[in-house]
């Protein structure tokens, strides 16, 4: 089997979707929590729910942003190699993590998660934007990981 690389590139449509679901919701929380501390109730469990909320939307939404859509954090995917019997992750800071058993994949409408094991049995996973890829490369990926699958099951 021939090797191929996918390189990914940055999703903007799908950052500006995210920055604004991200930002209605972060808004919200945190006009939410301000109504409670304005009104002295901060004993309330409202505040404490509205206030967490504020920070898991802040941080779910940067995650989101930069690391998956922008690709702009260290940790982000730059790259996916399939070869004979493995998937190779290539990450922007110069790492790259062998798949080579239990290799699976879900997907969604936006999004497509990869995951399995390196040769020292290190889960590894990856998200990464259906958009990141042209959607004929996402359809040749997701051929490649089920024969890779196919392959794993005939030899186990």
Known sequence: ??????????????????????????????ILSYGYIAHHQTSSLWFYLFFGAFWLV???GFTSIFNQCLLLA????????????????????????????????????????IWGQTVDKRRVQATLRRRSLPPEQVQE????IGRLQTLEKRTA
């Open 1 to 30: 089997m021939v090797d191929k690389r996918y390189s990914l590139t940055p999703d903007t449509k799908g950052a500006l979707t995210s920055g604004l679901f991200h930002g209605s919701a972060l808004v919200l929380s945190g």
């Open 141 to 144: 990926l997701l051929e490649e």
């Open 58 to 60: 802040l941080f779910s």
């Open 74 to 113: 260290p940790r982000s995917l730059k790259a996916i190699r399939t070869t004979g019997n493995s998937v190779v992750l290539e990450w922007k800071n110069g790492d790259a993590d062998e798949l080579v058993r239990k290799i699976q994949c879900h997907g969604s409408r936006t999004i497509l998660g």
